[in-house]
């Protein structure tokens, strides 16, 4: 892993320096650019095997320099064409892509759409998307937090499939329509033979607030089990002034206990992060986080009263350069149950101390 990474870093930095000495003038519809993440993090929990907790896909690698996510993407657009390709690698996506096959765990973004209307903004992309779902992403720097909370690592990151989406002259309003290949995947479950919906839906009145309304209903089971999951994502960042940004979050998700059931188990997470602008180079933030899965829908425990955690985080950053920044994090998740270990030894809580390097070109 450690030569996969380091070898990606150097494509990305020699691909950097070809767009600058090659690549066509800043009119080419063809843009190259690139990210790097390098992190180190230590959980006080001590595990053996240098992972964290299941539920951790973002940075979940214990007392050890890695690459949590490191990208080079080519992006295409003219006309009423447009076209993402994206290869990565790093400890998010060992963990996140842990399903698919082959090559496919290396791409972060494969994707070509077509303008359907001469005069409004409509369009039909397909192929591998970051999700719609959720206002935290696989890049770090684009997060108010270092690590990722619960929430955003337990929906999808990235999905494949269709979409049909419109945004409005003004750019007030976004739509789109999604048909996918399930709950974060790219090939689909086999012997599942339905494809999964959503939507996703944002206003943005003014340049201090954004609502966004995403949903995801389908089945991620073979059609022998067929489960049918109904989700909903809803959440707003809000510029309150120059200083104050602040973010809140509410996730609902529901399925089938099973096949053809008419009861359902369900979970649920609310989430709020503050942001407080020191400086025009420095941020600070803290985020409270609570997640509820009592019968394991999506973390299973096989504890009496199931995931229910409790989380808050302090975060600092210091950006460097204009694409550079360097972060600083601490962070304490409580349980209800003894779902975490400390050398070895069940407990309910979970603390851990992050820094990371994010270099984007």
């Not at 059609?223 to 120059?242: A, I, P």
């Not at 309910?348 to 992050?354: G, H």
Request: hydrophobic residues 35%; aromatic residues 14%.
């Amino acid at each position: 892993m450690k030569k996969l990474a380091t070898a990606a870093f150097i494509a990305m930095v020699s691909l950097a320096q070809a767009q600058k000495d090659t690549i066509k003038t800043p009119e080419s519809p063809l843009k190259i650019s690139g990210y790097a993440e390098i992190y180190y993090l230590y959980d006080f929990g001590v595990p053996e095997n240098n992972t964290r907790p299941g539920f951790v896909y973002s940075h979940n690698r214990h007392n050890e320099v890695s690459l949590n996510l490191g990208f080079v993407k080519a992006n295409y657009e003219k006309g009423n064409v447009r076209a993402n390709l994206a290869i990565m690698a790093g400890t998010y996506g060992n963990a996140n892509l842990a399903t698919e096959e082959g090559i496919m765990k290396n791409i972060y973004e494969a994707n070509a759409g077509v303008k359907l209307s001469k005069t409004k903004n409509l369009w039909i992309d397909a192929g591998i998307f970051a999700s719609h779902i959720g206002f935290e992403s696989a890049i770090s720097k684009d997060c108010w937090a270092l690590t990722r909370s619960i929430q955003a690592d337990n929906s999808p990151y990235y999905e494949s499939g269709a979409k049909l989406s419109y945004t409005t002259d003004n750019g007030k309003w976004f739509v789109s329509g999604l048909l996918l290949n399930g709950w974060q995947r790219i090939k689909r479950v086999d012997g599942n033979k339905t494809l999964a919906f959503g939507h996703q839906l944002t206003y943005k009145p003014n340049a201090a607030i954004l609502l966004n309304s995403s949903s995801f209903i389908g089945n991620d089971k073979p059609d022998t089990d067929k489960r049918m999951r109904y989700f909903h994502n809803l959440y707003g960042v809000f510029q309150l002034n120059e200083k104050w940004g602040l973010t809140a979050g509410f996730d609902l998700g529901a399925e089938q206990k099973e096949k053809g059931s008419n009861s359902y188990n369900s979970w649920y997470s609310p989430i709020l992060i503050a942001r407080y602008k020191v400086s025009d180079k420095i941020h600070i933030a803290a985020r409270g986080e609570y997640y509820a899965d009592k019968n394991g829908v999506i973390i299973a425990t096989e504890t009496p009263n199931g995931f229910k955690t409790f989380g808050y985080s302090v975060n600092f950053d210091y950006n460097i350069y204009d694409n550079v920044v360097w972060r600083i994090e601490a962070r304490n998740l409580n349980s209800k149950d003894e779902i975490f270990t400390e050398n070895g030894n069940p407990t309910k809580q979970n603390f851990s101390a992050a820094t990371s390097l994010a270099i984007s070109f």
